[in-house]
């Protein structure tokens, strides 16, 4: 492995990315595993990933990554200054030009260490619009913007949030997640030929609200509808229980079934009419990006990240932040109305394959990072 400052590299040689983020397998992982691996296929970067590590970071994922051709670390995640510290060592024998900090706290640990490291340009990617920022934190976060050559929010709404918490109007910049559109560019089926079930995949997380969701089913069997409801996602073993026990103690066990990991989203989604997205708070929803691309009715809860995405009445349908009712009448809509929700399909999936794809999203970054790499050669 080369260790030749990142300043003194032969020419030609392609500038290298190093992407840093949690191992919990979140989306703020996925996204920049995507992008590691876009680098790898665009021959624009060269890429390296390093995970922080988390308990849930199975060495068999990162075997996975590493046969796709990703070079791929793991530092300690015991202690912030464990990880540091390991991170300045990668930093200083693979001399990365730019590196990138994803998600909370990891960017503040990421960015601590590229300055110790000199790294050349560091970026910040803030992947929700609502984080758990202590005054302290929020101060820091606050320092490291002035040493930090880009911010990104992975939706206008985070961009939005970033500038609301103080951080340079001038640096901050929005780029949307994005889908890989593959999986979803065979046309799908019509609504009518498919299950009149609602699918919703996300995480078992305090972020999410299944509570809601399964309370709005409970609503609609009052109203003589029983859906069957797929929730598809892991996440955290002790909001699992809390869901299963609310589904017995609403009755709804004949209705509801948990999936766990589902290795076949994009089929589940072309399978069933409706995808939903009950959450308190997002930065960009690629769950229902997906359902999007898939041509189900789309039905989000009313919050930033999702309504930045859905149009109620023209590409899906947005309910009330944390309110049965009012999701039950969005589902309800999705479900009886059929040629409302066939309409609404098909605007959902043709934006979802026009803009949101990944695609889009690595030319996004990769664009930014060429120029911000343009502006520090200018400023030497």
């Known amino acids: 492995m080369s260790t030749t400052p990142a300043t003194h590299r032969s020419a ?37 990933l390093v995970l922080r590590r988390k308990r849930n970071t199975e060495a068999a994922r990162v075997d996975a990554l590493r046969a796709r051709g990703l070079d791929v670390e793991v530092v300690p995640g015991w202690a912030h200054a464990a990880t540091v510290a390991e991170l300045v060592r990668v930093c200083r024998q693979w001399q990365p030009d730019i590196l990138v900090a994803h998600g909370y706290s990891e960017h503040l640990w990421g960015r601590y260490a590229g300055l110790i490291a000199k790294v050349p340009c560091l970026v910040h990617v803030e992947h929700n619009s609502r984080e758990r920022y202590t005054r302290w934190r929020l101060a820091q976060a606050r320092w490291l913007a002035q040493r930090t050559a880009a911010i990104i929010g992975v939706s206008e709404g985070v961009r939005q949030s970033l500038l609301a918490h103080g951080f340079p109007a001038g640096k901050t910049h929005a780029i949307s997640n994005g889908i890989q559109v593959a999986p979803f560019e065979a046309p799908p089926p019509p609504l009518a030929e498919r299950v009149p079930g609602i699918v919703m995949a996300a995480r078992f997380a305090r972020q999410k609200d299944h509570a809601s969701l399964l309370r709005a089913l409970a609503v609609l069997r009052e109203r003589g509808l029983t859906p069957p409801l797929h929730l598809a996602g892991a996440g955290k073993e002790r909001l699992q229980n809390a869901a299963r026990r ?19 989203v994009p089929g589940l989604l072309r399978s069933h009419q409706v995808c939903v997205l009950s959450t308190h708070y997002e930065g960009m929803p690629l769950s229902l990006i997906e359902g999007m691309a898939a041509g189900c009715v789309v039905v989000g809860s009313r919050v930033v990240g999702v309504q930045e995405v859905l149009r109620h009445g023209d590409n899906g349908l947005l309910a ?10 969005a589902l309800q809509a999705a479900l009886c109305d059929a040629a409302q929700a066939q309409r609404m399909a098909d605007a959902a999936r043709a934006e979802a394959l026009e803009r949101y794809s990944q695609a889009r999203m690595t030319a996004d970054y990769e664009n930014l990072f060429e120029s911000l790499l343009r502006q520090g050669v200018q400023a030497r």
């Not at 983020?21 to 296929?41: E, R, Y």
């Open 246 to 264: 609310l589904s017995e103690q609403l009755g709804l066990q004949e209705q509801v079934r948990f999936l766990g990991l589902c290795k076949d």
């Open 12 to 48: 030609g040689a392609r500038p290298r990315v190093l992407h840093f983020v949690t191992g919990g397998f979140s989306g703020a992982t996925q996204v920049a595993v995507d992008l590691a691996l876009a680098h790898l296929a665009s021959g624009r970067f060269t890429p390296k």
């Open 320 to 329: 009330g932040h944390a309110d049965p009712v009012s999701l039950a009448d």
